[in-house]
């Protein structure tokens, strides 16, 4: 069973940068989807961007330009840039694993990773 362990989060000021990592231990299937979401308080959780095996990325609309997904490691490693932060950045970051095995979907989440931005 595969786990994902978040790590890279903190206190960073406005125009600041932070690099979140995601590891994940366990046997990822081929096909499969990782990728990162935030929820901020108050606020329902939202993709920020994600990236397929095969290296497709898409982005929130309101990251593009500032946030880069990348993936190493033989692929078990997410990782994303953040540049440029906002304090409308603020939330919690969480890696998820979408994949898929003879057509059934696996999903799984980490726990998390505070992203504070500072006006």
């Known amino acids: 069973q595969v786990q994902l362990v978040e790590s890279g989060g903190g206190l960073v000021q406005a125009g600041g940068s932070l690099r979140l990592s995601c590891a994940a231990s366990?046997?990822?299937?081929?096909?499969?989807?990782m990728g990162w979401y935030r929820q901020a308080p108050g606020k329902q959780r939202e993709l920020v961007a994600h990236i397929t095996n095969g290296g497709s990325t898409n982005y929130a609309d309101s990251v593009k330009g500032r946030f880069t997904i990348s993936r190493e490691n033989a692929k078990s490693t997410l990782l994303l840039q953040m540049n440029s932060l906002k304090p409308e950045d603020t939330a919690v970051y969480y890696c998820?694993?979408?994949?898929?095995?003879?057509?059934?979907?696996?999903?799984?989440w980490g726990q998390g990773t505070q992203v504070t931005v500072s006006s």
């Open positions: 366990g046997s990822i299937f081929d096909i499969n989807v």
């Open positions: 998820r694993l979408d994949h898929f095995k003879f057509g059934v979907l696996y999903r799984v």
